[in-house]
């Protein structure tokens, strides 16, 4: 699975992590968060975030 990285501040949503922060368990693919689901750092939505390269 391909990590995301928000464009505004840099944070990588890695899905082997998952975010525990917000109840999105380890092994969720970017594409499987829910539709509002938000960057942990900034608040930025999904659409802020770009594959990793």
Known sequence: MKKYV???CGYVYDPQLGDP???VPP???FEKLP???VCPLCGAGKDE???EN
Request: aromatic content about 14%.
């Open 6 to 8: 928000c464009k505004l």
């Open 21 to 23: 922060d917000n109840n």
């Open 27 to 29: 092994g969720t693919a």
């Open 35 to 37: 539709e509002n689901w």
């Open 49 to 51: 975030f770009e594959p």
